[in-house]
């Protein structure tokens, strides 16, 4: 009867610390999620806002329907501007630099996404000398901090005259140490029988490497495709440094251009800063199936 009751007891402590784990754990993410989202959605209202409003009260919370409009996205869209009292064609480069944006991401993130693959499962799937001294030094060269990198990638670029050229903001990026590091570790936990059974079928290891092994590490180039979109198109610093045309500007680079001494341009600026939003959130649904499973298994295998 007592060791019941010492039963009863230790099962009620317990699911009174699990009731308020769960409660402190609820509230601290309702917290992160204000935060978060605060910034996000004082943007979203500014740009239904006037510019000389914006100017006057910058970025606030004040969703008051009375001074919300349209006409900044009315610009965006058809390069009219409402001035004064009435609409005055003003054209702005906009959907050029969207246009950069989009075809600069798109080919980064699939020459890195497959270079990275084939070094992964080099490092990964065969063995041989110096196999983990290679690995070091991929690791290693996480540590170095990019800013560093800066000044002998510009002069490497200059010598190959890739200067104002597409390939010479590419190249820098497309074998990156940390996406090396994550699609090995998700494929260390990939069994190697695969290889012999495909070569026992008469498989090239070509053959192998992407039609046997690549279709089983989906989940990781779920992951990877949105963390390095989303690294490609919100970097500024490095396509700065190499484009010289104005045409060939990416939208950070571009949005940066509104804001001069003489004037700020916040109609077209904040409007454009939401609209930008569009393709990573679509690159997001259209991979966030795979997106858990790859950095959970990435984080677990090894």
Same mark, same amino acid.
């Given at each position: =009867?007592?060791?019941?009751?010492?039963?009863?007891?230790? !099962?009620?402590?317990?699911?009174?610390?699990?009731?308020?784990?769960?409660?402190?754990?609820?509230?601290?993410?309702?917290? @992160?999620?204000?935060?978060?989202?605060?910034?996000?959605?004082?943007?979203?209202?500014?740009? $239904?806002?006037?510019?000389?409003?914006?100017?006057?009260? /910058?970025?606030?919370?004040?969703?008051?329907?009375? %001074?919300?409009?349209?006409?900044?996205?009315?610009?965006? $869209?058809?390069?009219?501007?409402?001035? /004064?009292?009435?609409?005055?064609?003003?054209?702005?480069?906009?959907?050029?630099?969207?246009?950069?944006?989009?075809? +600069?991401? $798109?080919?980064?993130?699939?020459?890195?996404?497959?270079?990275?693959?084939?070094?992964?499962?080099?490092?990964? =799937?065969?063995?041989?000398? #110096?196999?983990?001294?290679?690995?070091?030094?991929?690791?290693?060269?996480?540590?170095?901090?990019?800013?560093?990198?800066?000044?002998?990638?510009?002069?490497? @670029?200059?010598?190959?005259? #890739?200067?104002?050229?597409?390939?010479? *903001?590419? !190249?820098?990026?497309?074998?990156?140490?940390?996406? @090396?590091?994550? &699609?090995?570790?998700?494929?260390?936990?990939?069994?190697?029988? +695969?290889?012999?059974?495909?070569?026992?079928? %008469?498989?090239?290891?070509?053959?192998?490497?992407?039609?046997?092994?690549?279709?089983?590490?989906?989940?990781? $180039?779920?992951?990877?495709?949105?963390?390095?979109?989303?690294?490609?198109?919100?970097?500024?610093?490095?396509? =700065?440094?190499?484009?010289?045309?104005?045409?060939?500007?990416?939208?950070?680079?571009?949005?940066?251009?509104?804001?001069?001494?003489? /004037?700020?341009?916040?109609?077209?600026?904040?409007?454009?800063?939401?609209?930008?939003?569009?393709?990573?959130?679509?690159? &997001?649904?259209?991979?966030?199936?795979?997106?858990? /499973?790859?950095?959970?298994?990435?984080? *677990?295998?090894?």
């Amino acid at each position: =009867m007592a060791q019941s009751i010492v039963k009863k007891q230790k !099962l009620h402590s317990m699911k009174t610390q699990g009731t308020v784990a769960t409660t402190l754990s609820l509230l601290l993410f309702t917290v @992160i999620s204000i935060l978060v989202l605060y910034p996000l959605v004082a943007a979203l209202l500014a740009s $239904f806002r006037p510019g000389q409003e914006l100017m006057r009260y /910058g970025l606030n919370f004040n969703p008051d329907p009375k %001074g919300l409009t349209i006409n900044n996205y009315i610009y965006l $869209f058809t390069q009219r501007a409402f001035q /004064g009292a009435e609409w005055v064609k003003v054209p702005h480069r906009y959907f050029l630099w969207y246009k950069n944006s989009v075809m +600069l991401t $798109f080919i980064s993130v699939v020459c890195q996404l497959l270079i990275c693959y084939v070094v992964a499962y080099g490092l990964t =799937m065969y063995e041989y000398k #110096l196999k983990n001294v290679l690995f070091f030094i991929v690791i290693a060269t996480m540590m170095v901090p990019g800013v560093i990198l800066m000044l002998p990638m510009y002069q490497e @670029i200059i010598s190959l005259h #890739l200067i104002n050229k597409t390939a010479g *903001v590419i !190249l820098p990026g497309v074998c990156s140490a940390s996406t @090396i590091f994550f &699609f090995r570790q998700f494929m260390t936990g990939l069994p190697k029988e +695969l290889l012999d059974a495909g070569r026992i079928d %008469g498989a090239n290891e070509y053959r192998i490497c992407f039609t046997i092994m690549m279709p089983l590490v989906k989940p990781a $180039f779920g992951a990877m495709a949105i963390l390095s979109s989303m690294g490609t198109w919100n970097d500024m610093l490095w396509p =700065m440094l190499v484009y010289r045309d104005a045409g060939k500007f990416t939208l950070p680079i571009g949005l940066n251009t509104l804001l001069t001494p003489y /004037g700020n341009n916040y109609d077209l600026l904040i409007a454009g800063s939401c609209f930008s939003v569009v393709p990573l959130l679509i690159i &997001f649904f259209a991979f966030q199936r795979y997106f858990i /499973g790859g950095m959970t298994a990435g984080a *677990v295998k090894g």
